[in-house]
């Protein structure tokens, strides 16, 4: 059974810090791009990053660019996003999603997904 789940999630602090985890496991993920969506109440799911399955090309939203940072580990099968200077906007369960592909690895077209963690950040 493939699992992709999530943790790390919680109450913050606008200006604190948050890791985030996915462990990945019940096949290979070997060349599978994977990545961080989140959705905040009445809002859609958008994308927030994302990393190839070598890790030397990442993607960012605008909106985390400088502040967010997404990692790999391979031997532990797990994804990172290191969330800093948080601010009351990054409110939203984030999820994280793998796809065999770059171009793949959408809202719409993802092959897998996290059941997502919350995160809240005060002001």
């Known amino acids: 059974q493939v699992q992709l789940v999530e943790s790390g999630g919680g109450l913050v602090q606008a200006g604190g810090s948050l890791r985030l985890s996915c462990a990945a496991s019940?096949?290979?993920?070997?060349?599978?791009?994977m990545g961080w969506f989140r959705q905040a109440p009445g809002k859609e799911r958008e994308s927030v990053a994302k990393?190839?399955?070598?890790?030397?090309?990442?993607s960012y939203a605008d909106f985390v660019k400088g502040r967010f940072t997404i990692s790999r580990d391979h031997a532990k099968n797990t994804v990172y996003l290191q969330m800093n200077s948080l601010k009351p906007e990054d409110t939203a369960v984030y999820y994280c999603?793998?796809?065999?592909?770059?171009?793949?690895?959408?809202?719409?077209?993802?092959?897998?997904w996290g059941q997502g963690t919350q995160v809240t950040v005060s002001s």
């Open positions: 999603a793998a796809d065999p592909s770059w171009t793949g690895l959408t809202v719409k077209s993802s092959d897998y």
């Open positions: 019940g096949r290979t993920f070997r060349g599978y791009t």
């Open positions: 990393i190839t399955w070598s890790g030397t090309t990442t």
